[in-house]
């Protein structure tokens, strides 16, 4: 029906005629010749129809936004003085010989051109919202990165294999969706978490090199970065260890980046361990665009009279710290009083300062209601270690180590970006050298899941000091995000074993739950890692998007309900008895059904 897309015609199809389909994005009429902007994936091309053909010019005068044409026409040089730089193609216009309306088209709830639109509105008209430009070139960049992707992998030997969507529910992680079974009545399938256990068995199967990208589901509270159903570039590797993995898949991002943006990434990515990422920056996936950082000053405090400052001081889980902000005197105390209120969103019980003005003069030099607390020894000692200039401002966190790293990581950043500091547009790293497990709740979790290998030279830790055995994960962080993580497995039944009983998974739990992949390890397992890309959330730093719903086709809300088709919904009593299944609502719903 088209020869070409509309956004492709330019200066070299002068004189040539083209046919084009597509939406009408905007119709002028200007004295008698009436103008249309035609519009398609690849873009828009102005049409112009006058009168010297009345029967075509009177369907122009019928059209309306969004209404569906096909056009045929010359395509000719805009007169001087009316070219578009702004356009791909604003040196030409179509000269309109033919015009048929495919379909006609309400006035639509959401305008093209319309950027202060509700989310609500935009997701339940979610296929009007994606015929905006804006919305187009996303999903074109997210196909362009899956193709560049694949081609990466295919040129590097890795397979394409597809996962089970239906399969058994796992312990570990968020909560599962659950898929009752008709066949076997009482029992339930969930959706999968990841193709974890699946890539690991490939590679117990001889694969080598596998990859998929793949759909996962996560049963969790929602954030701008996360949804119930999610996007993963998938990967696993045999007879390869972590530093091999890791040069890869940076190589892998690196050509992406080359090739969809035309951006040069630094080579090679800077690495971090978690240790340094946690102290510098408060954070096991830093910004590393912002140049603020925390600076400990604990064993400066132990002494001082001021119980907030001396007692996380003396805490061994206790944490102090400061954040110097160069020129941050210039903050007015409602500023500062909006900066106490943001870190009370992540536990923080308050903020002090010290507002430098003088650094020559001492103490007179310096400003703060917590400075008749502290001794001579202890201000002298914070101005030395915080590098403090003329004019700054010094931020303190104290409590709980894990309260500290959450408000001031969280500050720096937010301080960076208010404050103009962000330097560089592309900031990756590696961080490696995590904890294989945290203690909570009196037990033990895993840090990343429960077949990450530990490092060989912590193998004995396992039983005489898990709190300090490091394992063999790594995360791919970009711009404060990670992008990316995995691990180097662990491949030894005893190994694993042991790990289960670590984190209180019984060895009945674990034949129970397990006993298909601990069969496994027993029958020949290589050596093997993997590590898995979030690709809704690359696409969305790629695309400069601010949620990863800007770069999905068709999101749920933060509430995981689809307004498009009004999902989650009721189903047919019917069907329920089928599954055998009986609905027991909560009693407030009973009440008011």
Known sequence: MRSHYCGEVNA???????????????????????????????????????????????????????????????????????????????????????????????????????????????????YIDLRRPLMQERMILRSKVTRALRNFLDDNRFMEIET???????????????????????????????????????????????????????????????????????????????????????????????????????????????????????????????????????????????????????????????????????LSRKEIDDYTKFVAIYGARGLAYIKVNDVAAGRDGLQSPILKFLPDSAVDGIMQRTGAENGDLIFFGADKATVVNEALGALRVKLGEDRGLMAGDWKPLWVVDFPMFEHADGRWHALHHPFTAPKEADLEKLDSDPGNCLSRAYDMV??????????????????????????????????????FLLDALRFGCPPHGGLAFGLDRLVMLMAGADSIRDVMAFPKTQSAACLLTQAPSEVNPEQLRELGIRLRLPQSDQQTG
């Open 478 to 515: 970009l711009n404060g995000t990670e992008v990316g993580g995995g691990s180097i497995r662990i491949f030894r039944e005893a190994v694993q074993e042991k790990v289960f009983g670590l984190l209180g998974i019984g060895e009945e739990e674990a034949k129970e739950k397990f006993g």
């Open 164 to 330: 089970p969507m239906l399969t058994k529910a796992t312990p570990e992680g968020a909560r599962d969706y659950l898929v009752p079974s008709r066949t076997h009545q009482g029992k339930f399938f969930a959706l999968p978490q990841s193709p974890q256990l699946f890539k690991q068995l490939l590679m117990m199967s001889g694969m080598d090199r596998y990859y998929q990208i793949v759909r996962c589901f996560r049963d969790e509270d929602l954030r701008a970065d996360r949804q119930p159903e999610f996007t993963q570039l998938d990967m696993e590797l045999s007879f390869m260890d972590e530093e091999q993995i890791m040069n890869l898949t940076e190589a892998m991002i690196r050509k992406l980046f080359k090739e969809t943006l035309d951006v040069d990434l630094p080579d090679p990515f800077p690495r971090m361990s978690y240790e340094e990422g946690m102290r510098r920056f408060g954070s096991d996936r830093p910004d590393l665009r912002c140049p603020l950082e925390l600076v400990d000053v604990a064993d400066l405090m132990d002494e001082v009279e001021f119980k907030v400052f001396a007692g996380p001081a003396k805490d061994p889980e206790g944490r102090v710290a400061a954040l110097r902000l160069p020129r941050g005197g210039e």
């Open 12 to 126: 070299a199809h002068i004189d040539e005629t083209v046919e084009l389909c597509g939406w009408v994005h905007r119709r002028r009429d200007h004295g008698g010749v009436i103008f249309i902007d035609l519009r398609d994936r690849e873009g828009l091309v102005q049409v112009v129809y006058d009168p010297d053909v009345p029967d075509v010019f009177a369907t122009a005068e019928q059209v309306r936004s969004e209404f569906v044409l096909r056009i045929k026409g010359r395509v000719r040089r805009r007169p001087e003085g009316t070219e578009n730089p702004d356009m791909a193609t604003g040196e030409i216009e179509v000269l309109g010989k033919e015009l048929e309306i495919l379909n006609r088209a309400d006035t639509p709830p959401i305008q093209m051109d319309d950027d202060d639109v509700s989310e609500e509105l935009r997701l339940r008209y979610r």
